[in-house]
């Protein structure tokens, strides 16, 4: 028997067969205080821009394509209202993050790491103030 994290964690990899920038495939769904899909997203290109399928990857000095909007970011982009929890193939970056709590988002839960500096010393330094604005977690197997 599946639990429920598992369950939303199969429709953010569904729906990460939808990217369109082949250094990865990252699927993120987000859900309401119902358990209701409120979100959906998948790295890719702004609307109407060439894709990294098709025109390659620009990359930052970290080696990370700087063409897509993260899937994370496209959930809350593509939701009908706001979301509690989020779920995403991979640990979310920083700016994921931020947009994330601004968007009402209490709880993510992960797969895959994906290692950003920047995201550890901002919860570490909400953590030491006493901010617990959100928890990051990895999905139990
Ligand atoms: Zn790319
Ligand atoms: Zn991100």
Do not use: W
């Amino acid at each position: 028997m599946r639990n429920r994290d598992q369950y939303f964690m199969g429709i953010a990899y569904a729906a990460s067969q939808l990217s369109t920038c082949p250094r990865a495939s990252v699927g993120a769904v987000m859900v309401d205080d119902r358990d209701m899909i409120c979100g959906v997203g998948y790295n890719g290109s702004p609307r109407g821009c060439v894709h990294c399928a098709d025109v390659g990857c620009s990359a930052d000095s970290g080696n990370r394509c700087k063409m897509s909007v993260h899937a994370e970011l496209n959930a809350l982009l593509n939701s009908t209202s706001r979301g509690k929890v989020l779920y995403s193939t991979h640990k979310p970056c920083l700016e994921c993050v931020k947009a994330m709590i601004n968007f009402g988002v209490t709880r993510v839960v992960y797969d895959v790491d994906y290692p950003d500096d920047k995201r550890d010393l901002f919860l570490g330094l909400q953590r030491n103030f006493g901010k617990d604005v959100i928890a990051i977690e990895e999905v139990v197997r």
